[in-house]
């Protein structure tokens, strides 16, 4: 719908008007004619589109038409002025000619990339709104969460500067193009504007240079551009732009400063407006503002179907033998490994535990960030310390000390692969967290600022697991996924005792050991709790039992805190996933014909999907500490080629 | 979709299992089987549904099928247990016969008034989502906002217990319907639980008598009850709730405690689940929950076409004359008149400005609700003191201090009629607030916490207006609706210097007074503001030229404050809408023919619509403090006919 104006013009002098493209002057007639005036005609140049309201009868071009209180000339403008005598408008009463002159006519259009090519188009139609799926439109932003600073450095959104012109590429181009005289008319002003709410989400920079930089990112980073002035931001909400003059363009760049939360729908709104001057100490009023909406790109997880890129190990006094099969297995299938030493791990060997990497994602830019959990064990300064750098970003949420348990920690947070639930397709997978039963009168939680956090992000809604039932209390402790060939693309692995029962009683059966090893009232009360997990997984997943394979393995109640449960050998489930590669907690299980019956089982089952296992000795220094390989690894991956705006919300 | 839960049978001993009808069972049957069995066969007694998964080739009731590590048996119950010896699932393998025993059955809904036609249904299919519309779904909730108590009173959200029985009429009724044997198994439980996030916005009560009260407010009212333990807080987020046996029913009652707002959706979900035990220290198992969810109405602002019931206005040391006018009009349409005498409002007289009145409503229940302005002038008690009651609820939002300023008075707060914009209906109208220009850099707004709280009630989506030109700054002072019988159903009134200039010249050409009695500049100037205004009201509230009437009202720039207007002589815009009588400022214009041309000009523009105009003398203790009649009274007004819950957001 065109923006209309209503203009009052006098009878006792011609009007001269600034117009805009695109919006419609609404000028009534009723106190523009002389007194006594019946009738009028309206005459005007080629630029000048009109209409009369009410309709007359006939065409009237130059023709009487009846005057009343309610004439209305609506007038349109198709194109700016070169010069300033091109347009005009002549009307007629009482043979007094009026010239009502729209002798300055603008062209204004704020320019995004609302249809998510990569590239800002001309004043898309659509660029006021934002709509989700294939067919949606409405720009997108990035959380300027990297740090391009590499000494004294800090995520580049706590920073209101432009440091270094690369820091440009991860802000979304934003252009103002305008059309017109060489110059405003006096007092008359663009300004750019945001609301209060939005301004704690956005800041927008300004290409201070007036070379008209064109719409290419590339070029931009070629030559060094020495000053991008700050336009709108928490302080400053409202601020004047250049009218450059002619036909321009001005560049600016708009950088998103917070992710999606529970207060923070991720939508934010960016206007200019042409102002008209009023009187000293009287505000200008707006007479044209043109919008575009933005959302910010949420944090999304990989799961382990996606290819790895690095994997993150830490050195310890103790874990030689576990770094070496890890370094193994690492270079074999040609990832790079990163290890953290002790000096920044500080004895902290929870990799897993410590941060969860994902990554921000929009058509012109993309990069890994990284989850720090409110955990702060002793690596706690590892993920801003060591990950946060240019294009790679970082973002935490700070919980009370008193709220965080071994529940915040990021083995109790893992993302399915995609999925589709009863006709509801999840093509970047669904998050799951470990929390107390929803019913427990008692218990430990994921921290509440942590959730709304993960909830907030939308694109991978997430599904609450239990996991409470476990002395550690992280749901990498039952359950992980495992890329497979055929179904749907991976299987749900899960921790059975009654796997493990089944096979040490076929052992038993056939002369090897004793099958009554362990409790079996207690992995019947432990396998409830799984099977829990699993119907909710079923469910929440939309899985079959054929998309799950049990692996045998036991549990018991912990020697100090009787009533949860810890792994009894090495918890194979507990795995690094490597492409085709599975690095497993080696199970140290009874021998048959000298080799481990339960990497046997392992391996047989795994061998199916067409996945390697190798096993990784972690007894000493991970499993006996209530951990195992996963705990001690993690894996940065690559984005999915899924685009999180393609989804349909 | 059916609940489906995992059961895993040994096969040392047969079973006894407890089951909810509307769940369905998987009992994996692999390790139930004794070791070599290759076939087994399945038998089960009518109550029971059986189907075989892999699904065998032919029939197999009482027929052998193969066994396999995939075999399961999906079991699910059409009604509760009579007995304990009902239900049978016999199978057998290798001639061993195992039973497989559903023995306790139980029936368990947790049922709300989620088709909302004021009743609570038997298990409604929809009652786990919410949505709007005619056919949409899900229950309704108020905030339990009024004062059950007058002495020491507090609004009801207060107070964590239910001190008098008419209370329970403020929440919605939630019934447990259970059936099945007389007792839960040993160690099972029923519970109740909402989330953390939830807890804050509601409380749930339940009737401890055990005798079912049936399914009707009336009765319950008629007879004391004596006690309503609360079940569910913010203190308390599960707690166990009885099994009464048999066929029973439960009463809860649900109570609200706030309204949506930025951080609220005023969306809650209610569960219920069956716990089963597991061992001592270890949470109980859920293995059914059933949920129902609630939104809390939101508050709702009833526009001038709406009917009154009360009008509210001061007394003061000066106001006799205005206060005389006032009685003579509210009496002769027979409305109630309130009047706030001054030991209460202390000299603050402005009525409009410290309130508004709103509502909110459910399929059961419906009161008047006052949000009381941040403004807090001397009238800054009324609101709680005289006005929060039984059936009449209080809301305020709390600001800083220096975050208020005059646009915080409710006279910048206004709704429109019902309205229809490019086929979007709004059949609430629209809520109306006047802030300064978004683009200037400078100026007083509505504070933030009332603009989140409007915004976050959905079902009038508000509009911003420009005010801060005026030096009061209030919406009421240029704009008011009015009913009409044709059209929309109302008129838009304008303030209109250009209506009033017109209306002056036609004057003095025919010789009474001086056409020239203000300064047309500035006329022109504040027009823009007006015109403005009016541009984005045709916009957003769909309205064309014949929708608007302009009243001749002229304005000044103030004395003291060099840049903002306020109105030349008494503003007859701010009126007072009753029905078809309109209590307008008495003007004090130019007198042609002894009748005064401004009084004579409004009563013929309204005439048309079959309006009454009586004119108020408000000149000394109203305009000349800056206010007029509107500002000085307040209406209280009978709800909408439409349903908020059936707007099609």
Known sequence: MAHRRTLRVDYDSSTNVVCVVGSELNVNLDRGAPPGSKFFSVKCTANVKFELSPPPVESSHGALVPLSGKSVILISMSHASQSEKDDKVIWTAMKIQKAFNPTQVFQISLDVDADRDGTVEINNPHKESWTWGPNGHGAILLVNCDAEKIHDKSPDNEDPRIVKVSDLKDMSLMVLRTRGPAE????????????????????????????????????????????????????????????????????????????PDKDFDGLITINLSLLQPVKEGIPETPIFTDKVVFRVSPWIMTPNTLQPVEVFVCSTSDNYQFLKGMKALVSRCGYKLKVCFEYMNRGDRWMQDELEFGYIDSPHHSFPVV????????????????????????????????????????????????????????????ILIGVAFPTATKGRNMTKVVQDFLWAQKVQEPVALFSDWL??????????????????????LLASPDAAYKLFRGLHKDGHGQAKMF??????????????????????????DDDIIDLPILFKLDEEDGSRAVAYYPDMVNMIVLGKDLGIPKPFGPKVDGRCALETEMCSLMEGLGLRCTFIDDFSSYHKLLGEVHCGSNVLRKPFDFKWWNLEL
Chains 1, 2 share one sequence.
């Open 184 to 259: 405003l008319p006096e007092g008359y002003k663009l300004t750019m504007h945001i609301s209060q709410g939005d301004a704690e989400s956005v800041r927008v920079f300004r290409a201070a240079s007036r070379e008209a930089v064109k719409n290419s990112l590339h070029k931009l980073f070629s030559s060094f551009v020495k000053d991008y002035p700050l336009v709108l931001s928490s302080e400053v909400l409202s601020q004047e732009v250049p009218y450059l003059g002619g036909s321009a363009e001005m560049n600016f760049y708009v950088e998103g400063l917070r992710f």
């Open 519 to 544: 409790d079996g009232i207690h992995q019947i009360i432990l396998h409830g709790c799984i099977d829990w997990n699993r119907d909710v997984l079923k469910r929440e997943l939309g899985l079959d």
């Open 371 to 430: 989850l720090d959990s409110p955990r702060d064990g002793h690596l706690d300064d590892f993920p801003y310390d060591e990950l946060l750098g240019p294009d790679f970003g970082y973002v935490t949420r700070v919980a009370h000390r008193k709220d965080v348990s071994s529940l915040d920690s990021f083995g109790n947070l893992e993302v399915s692969p995609p999925v589709t639930v009863n006709g509801k397709k999840y093509p970047l997978g669904r």
């Open 471 to 492: 002395c550690v209390g992280h749901i990498d402790e039952f359950m992980t996924f495992v890329p497979a060939p055929d179904r749907k693309g991976f299987r749900l």
